[in-house]
Structure formats: structure tokens, C-alpha cells
């Protein structure tokens, strides 16, 4: 498919997005692979911000937003009147940022996971807290600047395993999904719109104001982290299925890295540690791939 | 058909014979028994409900919120630090303008931990924009539901109906539970004017700037001020359907009084056999009963009580630093008044506490004879 297609679909111009960001991108190719029958909820965070200004909206879609704790419960009331209206063909995807899902929303997102809701949650992970000017947040990766990791105090615990603890629910689908590879994300899309239960899609979402690259790098910078085994494309079937998508080149992390001002505080011998970090926690995904 | 129930049952059945569609509520003490009841219902299919059984109560109300954006009619209850965890909800609810309707078994905020009845859990929310009506019987409990719907859904903004916990939550009294013939013939399905549609498609809550976001606020301004009306009206007309209403406030002997009670809840039904007794001694007391604290009916109530010398507010609640909060709305609504009672404020009842037939004898008693309020409110029953 051309990239052009997903263009002023379900998301028209006129949203405040940063040059270069990855999140609008994330959600043209979601709302194109799941079409017009579809009932959008956002939480606060950058969507929550940058789609539009009263009266005017550049979702072409029924959209609700719901307080930053509230994703999950919200995309379940969504479900819920919809199935009482025997409207079960509309298809209803939540979308949060890495804050309203790995931390102040992780609550509810569980709940609705473990009741096995019939939607589908999309993360889009730009790792900190963007919408408020780079505040860390438990998506932040080891050895990365925000500014409530100054230079002086980097982030010094790893990232947390979204995946792992969704994929722990015992939920039908999961999976990775990267704006470097389009036709896998729309494949990825249509499967968990084609399946029953509660969905979670997690979305890299590169942010050039927040890690501090130049904004034509947005892709690339998606498609290096692929590559670099920092963000394997794969799938988890229910709760146990492990299918890898892209077997990466294994280019080095360094690659990645250096191109983003926020690792530019490393010290000597963390470029080292980050490459051990990434290669083991690679090792671990192969050993569930083969489990 | 009459039956023996609790508030809770009774508010139960008011739900069911509401039709709500999407029911997500989180138990607390006392609201267990309403959460029990409606799991019940929706499971044996009396009520072809969709009832979500959420991880709290903030996700409770953020639930069934995002159901009544898409259409479908909603309940919801809760007690004490559930409503105050809902609090970012509330405002949300109103600010939608959806037509939520949650019961609230009122119930003390910790700490300490007090599981009993006062009102600080929804007096302290009065700014969160929901109508709010205080029952006094399981009777009114069960009829105020149904009269919630037609409100809300008249006026786009939330209605609380709130009852006393354990007073009435889990005291059985003989309620009359109407025919679901009769109650569709009242309420008729909820039909939405504004719903999420692929068909017609619109985004909800979108950000509003500082040159529009004042409309908002003023828009739902006006919905509660035209709430005021409706409440009447839907009273009147359930009246007709049912033979039993309510009005803003329930009326005790208050033609000739002298000084006037003036409390919420259960506390009413205490009261009135004291004033049937000092009535009998000749001593002109009566009570004013209020029912809807929101939206508040200031002109109503100052012509109301603008006929007695003194008014005594029994608060079961109180805004540290500020005082009983019904005290602080009356005197607000009668600074305009053609005619000001004297307020003599009470507050008492906190956490559970009884209070009994003597605690408003003493109460009326000292309002009947002190020449005026001394300044600050009175604590009832302080152990020294």
C-alpha cells in the first residue's frame, strides 16, 4: 500500500501535532484498517490535546474523551451501550499514550482486560510524559534525559514490560505494531478487529521534541528500533503464543541511540550496558517464542 | 404491590422498572446490597441490563458515563470515599451533560474510619454540578429514581438521590413498588438527542478555549436553573401516575410556627414526633424538610420559613472552618429574603451518631427560648 491512502481518511489536518510526530500516523493507519463503523475513546494525554479546538475536530469519527484515569472503563461503557443497542458490528478502539496506559490508567486497563471487554486498546508509547513538557514516565527507557530525569539523575530503571503484563491477562491478541511498517500494523489492526475480547495494540510513537531528534527521522528512528531489537515486532495469542513478525538485522543500539539528544548524557560504558540490556531482554522474548 | 423493603431493595427495584440499559457500579458498605440486588437482577434477566463489574468507583462512573454518551440510560451508586473518588467524574458527567443517575447511601469520610451515616459525602460534592434530592422513607427512594430519569434526561445534567446509610439503606419499611406498566407509562425510553453515531459523527468533550469555555459552564447554568422546574413538574405528574409526591421540601405545621426545624433525611421522621408533642404543650414549632439541595431552592425556601421568628438547621455535616453546610446555603438564600428568620445552627449526627426524639426537643427547645444565635454553631452530644 502507498502511505498516501491513509492520509485525510478519519484524521484531517488541522490537529496540533509537533512536526514529526509518530502519533498521528499511528492513528491514520488504525482508524483506515478499522473504516467508518468505528466509536473512538481517547484519554487525556498528547491526542487528548492536539485533536482540535471547540467547535472544530479533526476526527472524522464518533470520539469521546474520558479523564486521564479512565480509558478502560470508559471504552468498556462505550461497548457496553452499544451491545444493548444490538449495535455489536461497531467496532470500538481506545486510544492513551503511554502515561493514561502503562501508569495512571493501568487500573482500569487491567480490569477491563481481565473482564475481557470487546474493544481494542491502542497505546501509542512516546516514552515520557510529552503532553506535559518530557516528564518521565515508566515507559522511559534506562539512561534517558527527561526533565524530571535531568542530566544528573537519568533514568535509572528499565522500561516496563507493557506487553508481558497484558499478555499475563490471558487477553486473545496482543501485539507490537511499528509506523516503519505499515502493511504489518494494518495486518495487526484487522486481526484484533476480527477477534472477540479485549485487544491491546502498543504502538512505538517516536516524539521528536521529546528525544530530541530532528523531525524527519521519524520513521527511520521507528524502523532503527525494529532493527536494533529494542522494539521487536511480534504477537501473543492468548496469553501464550508468541509469534515474531520481523526477524530484525541486529543493527547496533548505538545506531538508534545516537541520533536522539536524550541519550546524549551517557556516560562511559552505558552505550555497553544498554546493548547488554537489549540483547538479553531479546534472549528472554526468543525463549517464550520457542516455549 | 406492597412490600416489605430496605432503601437499598427499594432502590434496587426503582432501577429495574427504569429499564437502565448499562449498570457499573464498585460495593461499599452501606451500597453493598444495591450492587448484590442489581447483580441479581441483570443475571436471572428481570432486567435485560448490561451490569460491567468494575475494578472502582472512579472507572464505575467513568463507565457508565461513556455509556450514556453512546445512548444508552445508565445507574450507578456508591457511599462516602467511593463519591469522593468519583469526584474528577462528576464534574466530567455534568460537564457532558449526561443523564446519569446514581444513588448515594450517605455515609461519613474518613479518617477515622466511620462506615455510619452523615452527609458530608455528598455535601462536600455540591459543586460537582448534579442535581441532588435527600430522601426521607425506602418509599421516597424508590419513587425519586424514577423521577431522576425524567429529570436527567429532560435536562442533560446527572441527578444523585441520596438516602441516610443504615437509617434507611438497611431498614425495612412497607413499600408500594409500582406495575413496570405503569412506570413505562411515566417514563418512556431514554432517547438521546445528542449520542456517539458513526452515522453522525462528533467528537465529545473536545477541548474548549477561554473564549468558549465560559458558554459551557453558563449553558449548564441554565439547565439547572430550568431543573428546578422540571423537578416540580415531574413530581406533579408522578403524582397523577401514582398518587404520592414530594416537592422540594416536605412541610411540617408550618403555617403558625414560631420556629421552624429545618433538616435532611431521616432525621425528618425523628423530628416529627417531637413536634407532635411540644405542639401538645402549645409550643408553636413546625419542620421544613429538605428534599432537593440542588439545584437550591433559595426563593422557595425564604418564603417558606420567611414566616417564623427562628429557624434551627440541624446539619449532619459541617465545613470545618465555615460550619453546617445546609446553614450556609439557608442564610445565603435569605440574605435577599423580605423577611430573615433568625438562624440557630446545629450540627450533630456525624459518623453515625443517634439522633434522638430528646436531641431535637433540646434543640427546638433552646431555639424557642435564646433570644438569638450565639455566634457559632452548637455540637450535639460531645463527650467531655
Known amino acids: 500500500m502507498k502511505a498516501k491512502e491513509l492520509v485525510d481518511q478519519y484524521l484531517y489536518s488541522g490537529h496540533g501535532c509537533c512536526p514529526g510526530c509518530a502519533m498521528p500516523i499511528v492513528l491514520r493507519t488504525v482508524f483506515h484498517a478499522l473504516g467508518e463503523n468505528t466509536v473512538a475513546v481517547i484519554t487525556a494525554g498528547c491526542f487528548g490535546t492536539i485533536s482540535g479546538t471547540f467547535p472544530s475536530s479533526p476526527i472524522k469519527l464518533p470520539a469521546y474523551n474520558t479523564p486521564f484515569p479512565s480509558a478502560g472503563a470508559a471504552g468498556s461503557g462505550v461497548r457496553a451501550a452499544l451491545d444493548m443497542k444490538g449495535e455489536n458490528r461497531t467496532t470500538v478502539v481506545t486510544i492513551a499514550g503511554d502515561g493514561g496506559t502503562f501508569d495512571i490508567g493501568i487500573q482500569a486497563i487491567s480490569a477491563a482486560a481481565e473482564r475481557n471487554d470487546d474493544y481494542i486498546f491502542i497505546c501509542y508509547d512516546n516514552e515520557a510524559y510529552m503532553n506535559t513538557g518530557i ?89 532503527l528500533a525494529v532493527q536494533a531489537k529494542v522494539f521487536p515486532l511480534y504477537e501473543v495469542e492468548e496469553g501464550e503464543r508468541y509469534i515474531l513478525n520481523v526477524e530484525p538485522e541486529g543493527v547496533p543500539v548505538s545506531d538508534y541511540l545516537k541520533p536522539q539528544g536524550r541519550f546524549s548524557f551517557l556516560r562511559e560504558g552505558d552505550m555497553e550496558r544498554i546493548q547488554e540490556n537489549v540483547d538479553r531482554d531479546w534472549e528472554r522474548l526468543m525463549r517464550r517464542m520457542n516455549a | 404491590m406492597k412490600k416489605l423493603l430496605t432503601g437499598n431493595s427499594a432502590v434496587s427495584l426503582g432501577v429495574m422498572l427504569c429499564r437502565a440499559e448499562v449498570i457499573s457500579a464498585y460495593p461499599i458498605t452501606p451500597q453493598t446490597t444495591i450492587v448484590e440486588e442489581l447483580s441479581e437482577i441483570c443475571s436471572d434477566g428481570r432486567l435485560k441490563a448490561n451490569f460491567i463489574r468494575v475494578e472502582s468507583e472512579h472507572s464505575a462512573l467513568a463507565c457508565v458515563a461513556a455509556a450514556s454518551a453512546a445512548g444508552a440510560r445508565v445507574f450507578t451508586a456508591t457511599s462516602s470515599h467511593g463519591l469522593a473518588y468519583m469526584h474528577e467524574m462528576l464534574h466530567w458527567c455534568s460537564g457532558t451533560r449526561l443523564p446519569v443517575v446514581m444513588v448515594n447511601a450517605n455515609r461519613a469520610i474518613g479518617s477515622p474510619w466511620n462506615i455510619w451515616c452523615d452527609h458530608s459525602d455528598s455535601l462536600s460534592q455540591r459543586d460537582t454540578g448534579w442535581i441532588q434530592l435527600y430522601c426521607q422513607s425506602a418509599q421516597e427512594a424508590l419513587d425519586t429514581v424514577i423521577q431522576a430519569y425524567r429529570i436527567a434526561e429532560e435536562v442533560l445534567l446527572p441527578v444523585m438521590v441520596l438516602e441516610d446509610g443504615f437509617f434507611l439503606s438497611h431498614t425495612s419499611d412497607t413499600v408500594d413498588v409500582p406495575e413496570p406498566k405503569e412506570v413505562d407509562a411515566y417514563l418512556p425510553p431514554f432517547k438521546p438527542r445528542y449520542k456517539l453515531s458513526p452515522d453522525d459523527p462528533h467528537t465529545y468533550n473536545i477541548m474548549a478555549d477561554p473564549t468558549m469555555f465560559i458558554n459551557f459552564k453558563h449553558e449548564a447554568q441554565q439547565a439547572m436553573d430550568q431543573a428546578k422546574k422540571v423537578v416540580a413538574r415531574a413530581d406533579r405528574e408522578f403524582k397523577s401516575h401514582f398518587g404520592r409526591s414530594y416537592g422540594y421540601t416536605g412541610k411540617v405545621r408550618l403555617a403558625d410556627a414560631d420556629v421552624v426545624l429545618l433538616t435532611m433525611g431521616t432525621m425528618a421522621s425523628t423530628a416529627l414526633e417531637v413536634i407532635a408533642a411540644l405542639r401538645k404543650q402549645g409550643k408553636k414549632v413546625g419542620l421544613c424538610r429538605l428534599r432537593m439541595f440542588r439545584p437550591f431552592p433559595s426563593e422557595e425556601i425564604g418564603k417558606i420559613l420567611g414566616g417564623a421568628k427562628k429557624v434551627a438547621v440541624l446539619d449532619r455535616d459541617n465545613s470545618l472552618g465555615c460550619g453546617g453546610i445546609v446553614a450556609q446555603e439557608l442564610k445565603a438564600a435569605l440574605y435577599g429574603a423580605a423577611r430573615r428568620p433568625r438562624v440557630f445552627e446545629f450540627i450533630g449526627g456525624l459518623g453515625g451518631k443517634d439522633i434522638t426524639p430528646e436531641d431535637i426537643q433540646e434543640i427546638l427547645e433552646y431555639t424557642l427560648q435564646a433570644p438569638s444565635p450565639n455566634g457559632a454553631p452548637i455540637w450535639m452530644g460531645i463527650k467531655r
Not at chain 1, 487477553?171 to 495486518?187: E, N
Not at chain 1, 477477534?195 to 530532528?214: E, M, N
Open chain 1, 135 to 223: 516528564q518521565r514516565s515508566s515507559a522511559t527507557p534506562w539512561g534517558a534525559w527527561t526533565t524530571t530525569t535531568p542530566p544528573s539523575n537519568l533514568k535509572s530503571q528499565p522500561k516496563k514490560d507493557i506487553v508481558q503484563i497484558m499478555a499475563a491477562h490471558r487477553i486473545p491478541y496482543v501485539a507490537t505494531a511499528s509506523i516503519a511498517y505499515p502493511d504489518d500494523f494494518l495486518r495487526k489492526i484487522r486481526k484484533a478487529k476480527a477477534t472477540h475480547g479485549f485487544k491491546f495494540l502498543y504502538a512505538f510513537s517516536p516524539c521528536p521534541v521529546g528525544w530530541r531528534f530532528s523531525p524527519e527521522l521519524t520513521v527511520r528512528l521507528a524502523r
